[in-house]
T-cell receptor, first 115, second 112 residues
Framework: GAVVSQHPSWVICKSGTSVKIECRSL??????MFWYRQFPKQSLMLMAT?????????EQGVEKDKFLINHASLTLSTLTVTSAHPEDSSFYIC???????????FGSGTRLTVV | KNQVEQSPQSLIILEGKNCTLQ??????????LRWYKQDTERGPVSLTI?????NTKSNGRYTATLDADTKQSSLHITASQLSDSASHIC???????????FGRGTSLIVHP
């Protein structure tokens, strides 16, 4: 149980275009999901907390208009990187909390390359 | 400021050997501590999770320890395998909040 599916696993896009990444909890409902960004050899950096049915909470320094988050259902959160630039190239990972005690389950991640 | 420090930063061992990774944290209050294994360009996979009252927990070849007084944890890997080559990340969650603090991970490389 507690499987999180993230799609796509990798994507290459041109500068100026937008890219959508999906995060689904397959066998449980997640009122809260989390989006992380990870640069090579660095730890995961929390970008935002996605709340079902309400606005996401963004961490300091993360542009909410650039990284649009939608959590329209209890099993799906999406992250859209708008007007992507090469510096947005990174590894993006989502996670969902089955419950606060049991901890987090992570998606398999998405490698975004902006050319 | 909540922090999680891991050591060593990287570790190279021979296949079949044992190793121990360290995690020190200043997260307060404390709810639970988790060890994850993260292969390159993959999502982290949970190895163990420990709460305040637990001192040790095993999961196959992985044994985690926790000293909540000194705020230290260790992950012991026995009989290492080539597939253990990955980043091993310590994650600490404060009580009353679901947002964890991540360590930078220990990069473990197992050579044949």
């Amino acid at each position: 149980g507690a499987v999180v599916s993230q799609h796509p696993s990798w994507v290459i896009c041109k500068s100026g275009t937008s890219v959508k990444i999906e995060c689904r909890s397959l066998d449980f409902q997640a009122t809260t999901m989390f989006w992380y960004r990870q640069f090579p050899k660095q730890s995961l950096m929390l970008m935002a907390t996605s709340n079902e049915g309400s606005k996401a909470t963004y961490e300091q320094g993360v542009e909410k208009d650039k990284f649009l988050i939608n959590h329209a259902s209890l099993t799906l959160s999406t992250l859209t990187v708008t007007s992507a630039h090469p510096e947005d190239s990174s590894f993006y990972i989502c996670s969902a909390n089955l419950n606060g005690f049991n901890g987090y389950t992570f998606g398999s991640g998405t490698r975004l390359t902006v050319v | 400021k909540n922090q999680v420090e891991q050591s060593p930063q990287s570790l190279i061992i021979l296949e079949g050997k044992n190793c121990t990774l360290q995690c020190n944290y200043t997260v307060s209050p404390f709810s639970n501590l988790r060890w994850y294994k993260q292969d390159t360009e993959r999502g982290p996979v949970s190895l163990t999770i420990m709460t305040f009252s637990e001192n040790t927990k095993s999961n196959g070849r992985y044994t985690a320890t926790l000293d909540a007084d000194t705020k230290q944890s260790s992950l012991h890997i026995t009989a290492s395998q080539l597939s253990d080559s990955a980043s091993h990340i310590c994650v600490v969650s404060p009580g009353g909040s679901y947002i964890p603090t991540f360590g930078r991970g220990t990069s473990l490389i197992v050579h044949p």
